[in-house]
């Protein structure tokens, strides 16, 4: 959200500017109210600004731009009688009852805006404290703008994403990398030695201790495990902020899978997950001696 000028001298200024960003981890309502989250789903510092993945290219986000009218909630207003040439020092309004001598108009419109002060006020005439930069035709606006500045939607998001006023993007996250030529396992080997991975299924003695490389933007790490590939039931789940786990497994065959966790996410603060990582845990090996 962009940080809209709360002032006619901001408003100003912005023509010729960029606006900043404005409150990061702000949410409104359509009436403007700020919505205030009781909870992100972390004690995570970050504030949740972020957009999740979409599963790009086959989902993507849409956006628009929509056009809004500025407004001081209170103005004492009027309409210039004649013209107002550039260089002139007074203008004749339509009713003067109001204004006096120290205020801070805004004559004009669209791109002739700008800002005036008087300096006296005699009848319907205001004389100003510097010339006018831009030629004001009769009838154009002279307001005393009071209070602060609202901001009102000039159309409806549905009227401008109809008529075709509306763009694409898609987001993917960074995978974790689980292994590189052989999983990022190690533990200790069925002759035990210690043990670290050299080919893609290894085999350990032991509860083996996996590890991954860092993504970026992952606070915490999330690792499920199972006996299926493809089914990780929900009490072999651990989110640690470590890069390395000891998988709590008995002998047999099991796969894993690890990905990162953004808080800064709204709501959901799941990436995208490594692929899944196969490894064997050997039973004890006994050799009798006589």
Known sequence: MLGLPNSEAGILN????YLSDGDPGVMLTYEGDRIVPTDV??????PPIDLWDSDWPTGRYYWTVMPVEAKASQDIATTLTTAGVIGATTINVGNASGFAAGDALIVGKDATLENVVVTA?????????????????????????????????TEL???ACSSGRVLTFGKSSEPVVTATKAPYVSGLSTNGKLYAALGTRPTVYGPPLVAWEPALAAVDYEIQWSKSPSAFPKENDKI???????????PGTWYY???????????????????????????PRFRVVH
Do not use: C
């Open 121 to 153: 006020v005699s009848a319907n005439t205001l004389t100003l404290g510097g010339g006018l930069r831009f030629f004001h035709a009769a009838g154009d606006t002279v307001a005393k703008p009071a209070g602060s500045i609202e901001y009102k939607d």
């Open 257 to 283: 899978r690890v990905r990162g966790l953004d808080y800064a996410v709204p709501n959901k603060a799941q990436m995208s997950w490594s692929d899944t990582v196969a490894l064997r845990v050997s039973r």
């Open 14 to 17: 912005a023509r010729t500017s």
């Open 157 to 159: 998001t549905q009227d």
């Open 41 to 46: 789903g972390s004690t995570s510092p970050f």
């Open 240 to 250: 640690t902020p470590s890069t390395s786990f000891v998988l709590p497994v008995t």
